[in-house]
């Protein structure tokens, strides 16, 4: 059976109920190896997988697609929170779920074109980006994780840009070609051929993340030749090259494998497990090491990815790891929100000037300090308790700290935040600013994000009815507003029982994320009661769980299991691609038990990393 959408209280965040409260160069390559501009997978299998919003009969938050955290729906049978953590016979009897064709990402694409240009990076180092490279992929808005697999096509914009950037690129690739490799001595002549061949295994093996076979090695090389008399041999290798760049091999992961002793179950080969892992941890393709692994066979035991995600996420390399943080907490997400304070007005001084990209700067330095510090100890408690701010000129008055170098181009300074302000991720200004409107905080939608995104809460179904306006509340706080709206309006007030509280405890920050303690002149009551969200460790029922303000909430649920789990399937969701299918419950139980000794973040990803959800696949 498949869970569906949520539409009624998820509406809620767009305002359904709360909005009068909440105000090239001309070549062109030929052959099979280019793609179209609409290239899709066609892959038998992934028929269920997308984005599109539908409507829903009370699905639990952990099971389908939603508006709220976006992401690829369930390929099997979907598992609730609760049972998510069982490893169990009727888990372990359940369908493997299928092979996919996912599409790079963004960041993927420009990693692996970088190394494709640069060559494979050594181990533990990372890949130096491409001075003015314009990256003509984009991740859909719809997607919760840029990583989802449900992105499978590529649109006209797309290939447009990819064959303008292609063209460029591959002069680049030639130009490189000419210093260290057969091309500066046999770029011409009886040697031009095995010479191309070459260089196309070089940067084939990066781009299609295999070596590639001798049939398709020849085809590349026929299309140089086919050119070579008219465009001379520069020309003629960068055809080539171009075609490389642009083949469906490339900007697609094809999920194919090798049969087992299981009918119908296939488990990734050893250069497909590669990809996967150096995407997960990198975003880019395998380094020296790794693919050097997967040359001798060396990928095929839980120990030797364990050994490889363990290396590969202690090097500097590892920023998809990090990403994840950045993606779970919303951390980007200001950038879509326009804000009154980002504006400079006439006669303000630019230097120093708020600024959303400045707050994102900051929270992502965070984000590094906590990786580099706790990937291997207390990290998921650490993400939701730390004081550590990292402020500059532009945003050091949001955390009310004063003494970062006063011009813009200074990096974020490390400090500490002022006593009883700031507890983690869930006050920082990034994220408050992102779950803000312009220039008013939007509590419905920072409850939501708190209950579906947090705490994996279940939401109840409700058709709002028709709300009369307010009227004038301009002298009312948001909390005074929020209450005048849903007491009289029944359809309503469902659904603002469960995201009004947790929302309203993070009236505190504003629509950038300063700290304050007034609102339109009142003093803010930031206290509430979370209700029904099975917080059994925290109390004696599970049932509910009291705070005084956002600090107190975020340090009581950071000791709780089921922020820990929470945080966990949203974890397999990056890094797998999918939402937690009943499949899945042997494999996040294993990587729990292993996150929980120490609280290391390593263990839990290289322990996803070699568990059966992400190794096997089935027709």
Not at 254 to 262: F, L, M, Q, R, V
Request: glycine share 8%; net charge neutral; hydrophobic share 40%.
């Amino acid at each position: 059976m498949r869970f569906l959408l949520i539409t009624s209280c998820l509406a809620l965040a767009a305002g359904a109920c709360t909005s009068t409260v909440e105000s090239n160069n001309g070549r062109k390559p030929s052959g099979p190896a280019s793609t179209s501009p609409t290239a899709s997978s066609g892959m038998g299998g992934t028929g269920n997988v997308g984005t599109g919003a539908t409507t829903s009969t009370g699905a639990t938050t952990g099971t389908g697609a939603t508006t709220g955290s976006g992401g690829v729906p369930p390929i099997g049978t979907p598992v609730t929170l609760v049972d998510a953590f069982k490893c169990d016979s009727a888990a372990a009897a359940e369908p493997t779920p299928p092979r996919r064709l996912w599409r790079v990402t963004p960041s993927e694409y420009a990693n692996t074109v970088a190394a494709a240009l640069n060559g494979r990076p050594s181990a533990n180092a990372a890949v130096p980006p491409v001075a003015g490279f314009v990256n003509p992929l984009v991740s859909p808005g719809s997607a919760r994780y840029t990583t989802e697999s449900g992105v499978v096509s590529v649109s006209g914009p797309e290939f447009s840009g990819t064959f303008t950037s292609s063209a460029e690129l591959a002069d680049q690739m030639v130009a490189k070609a000419k210093n260290g490799t057969c091309w500066a001595t046999d770029s011409a002549g009886a040697k031009f051929a095995t010479c191309v061949g070459t260089l196309v295994q070089d940067k084939g093996s990066i781009l299609f993340r295999r070596p590639l076979a001798a049939d398709e090695v020849t085809h590349y090389v026929d299309q140089a030749n086919q050119v070579l008399a008219e465009l001379g041999p520069d020309g003629a290798l960068s055809v080539a090259f171009q075609s490389l760049l642009l083949a469906p091999q490339f900007v697609f992961k094809p999920e194919i494998g090798a049969a087992t002793a299981t009918p119908s179950v296939y488990r990734l080969t050893p250069f497909e497990v590669a990809s996967m892992l150096s995407y997960a941890v990198t975003s880019a393709p395998a380094d020296a090491d790794l693919w050097a692994a997967a040359t001798q066979g060396a990928l095929s035991s839980a120990d030797q990815i364990k050994t490889q995600v363990t290396r590969l996420m202690a090097g500097p390399q590892a920023s998809s790891a990090r990403n994840f943080v950045t993606e779970y907490f919303k951390l980007r997400t200001i950038r879509g929100v326009a804000k009154a304070a980002d504006m400079v007005l006439a006669g303000e001084s630019p230097v120093c000037h708020y600024n959303k990209e400045r707050a994102i700067a900051g929270a992502e330095a965070l984000v590094g300090d906590i990786y580099n510090s706790n990937s291997t100890s207390g990290f998921i408690s650490t993400l939701f308790t730390t004081n550590v701010a990292y402020a500059d000129c532009a945003t050091e008055k949001l955390w009310g700290l004063s003494g970062t170098p006063q011009n813009d181009a200074a990096p974020p300074t490390r400090m500490t935040a002022p006593v009883g302000e700031r507890a983690g991720f869930l006050t920082n200004p990034a994220l408050m600013g992102g779950l803000a409107a312009r220039d008013v905080t939007k509590p419905i939608k920072r409850g939501l994000f708190m209950n579906m995104d947090v705490l994996c809460t279940a939401l109840t179904q409700v058709v709002p009815d028709g709300v009369p306006p307010l009227g004038d509340i301009s002298a009312l706080t948001m909390r005074e507003a929020l209450a005048a709206h849903a007491a009289p309006n029944a359809s309503c007030k469902v659904c603002h029982d469960m995201l009004d509280p947790a929302g309203l405890a993070f009236e505190k920050y504003d629509d950038i994320g300063t700290y304050r303690t007034m609102d339109k002149g009142k003093p803010i009551d930031a206290a509430g009661t979370l209700r029904d969200v099975g917080l059994a460790d925290l109390d004696v029922d599970g049932q509910k769980l009291s705070f005084t303000d956002a600090v107190d909430l975020s340090n009581k649920l950071a000791s709780t299991g089921r922020v820990e789990q929470c945080v966990m399937l949203n974890g397999f969701r990056y890094f797998l691609g999918r939402r937690e299918v009943k499949y899945d419950q042997c494999s996040l139980k294993q990587a729990q038990d292993a996150y929980k000794p120490a609280g290391s973040y390593v263990d839990f990803v290289a322990t996803l990393a070699s568990s059966d959800s992400f190794l096997n696949r089935s027709f």
